[in-house]
């Protein structure tokens, strides 16, 4: 497996009175995953044994600009507007056969913005914003394995756009407490590859398949932050809903893309403690629901799987400076069990996962040692677990795994 990012960012802090960013990345991803005994594999002429890999190769070019204008009607206004553009380019092929898995796709999105923040006063500050999302996808006229009937799907150039909307504000009564809402929508893709490979009915193109629409959804959240002398405390409840989400479901021995309405709320609380100048103690818990409408009769009726949701944790951490040049970190991960009443055979048991880390300034640079997993961790992954019932991918976590690392900041 290989992967290769690469950015250049460039920054004017006064273009015109205005604060200027650019950033171009670029990033070839190329994986063989694992063989399997998978049906999706097997072809009675090409692959009648059904031992084959399949090789996922995408690369992606894409590229930011915002200018940013602070100071406005007596430094109470301050607007930011900019494009994202992206152009990625994907595709899966089984190499041992030569035949298309997936095959490629070109998706192109850009998307205008504009944001401002409002502070009409010291304590309060509403954020509003606008974003288009102009999106299309170039798929060519392909034939599905075997395993989906070998069907010849048209392809097609479909097109997307929405105009989404956020809006929010931040009000603090006191020096040491600040109340928050807000609201925002998001925009997104399926899974093009699993909705195209799992395509077995005749007839169907590309331009009008609706498992191919984006992801639109509508979040908020609300809570509370706390800054007292040396803790500080913040506590978000948070709601995610899409009319037309995307939900993973195991058929056989693979996934499929299930285009149904589904429901996201979840609760995140994080407690720090400055126990002196050098040390710092905190912890996290996050806890997540998951619902989707499973009979399409406009109520959620199925929890979701590990495939689409993580699991509730729990996380505590103490970071501590010995000295100007020497630091470390310690964190333990608590997941918590989670039973699924409609899938009881993706239940998922809990474990606890310790890290821990080293850092060193040298003259030029910083040294940092790194240990995943120090105690060495026994475990099946919740992926593993609560995701799907397959014994062939039934796979457990890594071990103690040490990295070191150098880096040098100019």
Same mark, same amino acid.
């Given at each position: 497996?290989?992967?290769?990012?690469?950015?250049?960012?460039?920054?004017?802090?006064?273009?015109?009175?205005?604060?200027?960013?650019?950033?171009?990345?670029?990033?070839?991803?190329?994986?063989?995953?694992?063989?399997?005994?998978?049906?999706?594999?097997?072809?009675?002429?090409?692959?009648?044994?059904?031992?084959?890999?399949?090789?996922?190769?995408?690369?992606?070019?894409?590229?930011?600009?915002?200018?940013?204008? $602070?100071?406005?009607?007596?430094?109470?206004?301050?607007?930011?507007?900019?494009?994202?553009?992206?152009? $990625?380019?994907?595709?899966?092929?089984?190499?041992?056969?030569?035949?298309?898995?997936?095959?490629?796709?070109?998706?192109?999105?850009?998307?205008?913005?504009?944001?401002?923040?409002?502070?009409?006063?010291?304590?309060?500050?509403?954020?509003?914003?606008?974003?288009?999302?102009?999106?299309?996808?170039?798929?060519?006229?392909?034939?599905? *394995?075997?395993?989906?009937?070998?069907?010849? *799907?048209?392809?097609?150039?479909?097109?997307?756009?929405?105009?989404?909307?956020?809006?929010?504000?931040?009000?603090?009564?006191?020096?040491?407490?600040?109340?928050?809402?807000?609201?925002?929508?998001?925009?997104?893709?399926?899974?093009?590859?699993?909705?195209?490979?799992?395509?077995?009915?005749?007839?169907?193109?590309?331009?009008?398949?609706?498992?191919?629409?984006?992801?639109?959804?509508?979040?908020?959240?609300?809570?509370?932050?706390?800054?007292?002398?040396?803790?500080?405390?913040?506590?978000?409840?948070?709601?995610?809903?899409?009319?037309?989400?995307?939900?993973?479901?195991?058929?056989?021995?693979?996934?499929?893309?299930?285009?149904?309405?589904?429901?996201?709320?979840?609760?995140?609380?994080?407690?720090?403690?400055?126990?002196?100048?050098?040390?710092?103690?905190?912890?996290?818990?996050?806890?997540?629901?998951?619902?989707?409408?499973?009979?399409?009769?406009?109520?959620?009726?199925?929890?979701?799987?590990?495939?689409?949701?993580?699991?509730?944790?729990?996380?505590?951490?103490?970071?501590?400076?010995?000295?100007?040049?020497?630091?470390?970190?310690?964190?333990?991960?608590?997941?918590?069990?989670?039973?699924?009443?409609?899938?009881?055979?993706?239940?998922? $048991?809990?474990?606890?996962?310790?890290?821990?880390?080293?850092?060193?300034?040298?003259?030029?640079?910083?040294?940092?040692?790194?240990?995943?997993?120090?105690?060495?961790?026994?475990?099946?992954?919740?992926?593993?677990?609560?995701?799907?019932?397959?014994?062939?991918?039934?796979?457990?976590?890594?071990?103690?795994?040490?990295?070191?690392?150098?880096?040098?900041?100019?």
């Amino acid at each position: 497996n290989r992967v290769l990012t690469t950015s250049l960012t460039y920054k004017n802090f006064d273009l015109a009175g205005m604060e200027f960013t650019a950033q171009a990345y670029q990033q070839e991803f190329e994986a063989l995953f694992g063989v399997t005994d998978s049906t999706s594999f097997v072809d009675p002429v090409l692959a009648p044994e059904g031992f084959d890999q399949s090789q996922n190769e995408s690369d992606k070019n894409g590229a930011k600009f915002t200018l940013m204008k $602070d100071g406005l009607f007596d430094d109470k206004l301050k607007l930011t507007t900019g494009i994202d553009i992206l152009e $990625d380019t994907t595709e899966q092929r089984l190499m041992l056969t030569g035949r298309s898995y997936v095959p490629e796709t070109q998706f192109k999105n850009y998307a205008p913005f504009i944001q401002a923040q409002f502070k009409p006063m010291e304590s309060v500050v509403f954020n509003t914003g606008l974003r288009y999302e102009k999106a299309k996808l170039n798929v060519d006229t392909y034939q599905t *394995v075997a395993s989906k009937n070998g069907v010849t *799907v048209e392809g097609g150039n479909p097109e997307f756009s929405e105009t989404l909307f956020n809006i929010g504000t931040v009000v603090s009564p006191t020096s040491w407490l600040s109340l928050f809402a807000n609201y925002s929508e998001g925009f997104g893709m399926p899974d093009v590859g699993r909705v195209l490979r799992g395509i077995d009915t005749p007839g169907l193109d590309v331009d009008n398949f609706l498992d191919l629409k984006p992801i639109v959804t509508e979040n908020s959240e609300i809570g509370f932050r706390i800054d007292w002398q040396q803790v500080n405390f913040e506590i978000s409840y948070y709601q995610s809903d899409s009319d037309l989400g995307s939900r993973l479901q195991q058929v056989g021995d693979d996934f499929f893309i299930q285009r149904e309405e589904t429901e996201i709320t979840g609760v995140e609380t994080t407690l720090g403690y400055q126990v002196n100048k050098a040390n710092h103690l905190q912890l996290s818990y996050s806890h997540i629901n998951g619902r989707s409408d499973s009979d399409g009769d406009g109520k959620v009726d199925r929890d979701l799987t590990g495939a689409d949701i993580p699991p509730n944790r729990l996380i505590a951490s103490w970071s501590a400076n010995w000295s100007p040049k020497v630091s470390s970190f310690l964190q333990a991960s608590h997941n918590f069990t989670r039973r699924f009443d409609e899938n009881p055979e993706l239940d998922f $048991d809990s474990y606890t996962l310790v890290d821990a880390s080293v850092g060193y300034k040298l003259p030029a640079g910083k040294l940092n040692l790194a240990f995943a997993n120090l105690l060495n961790k026994d475990y099946f992954t919740y992926y593993s677990q609560s995701a799907q019932a397959n014994p062939t991918r039934y796979f457990k976590g890594r071990g103690r795994t040490v990295t070191l690392g150098y880096s040098l900041d100019f």
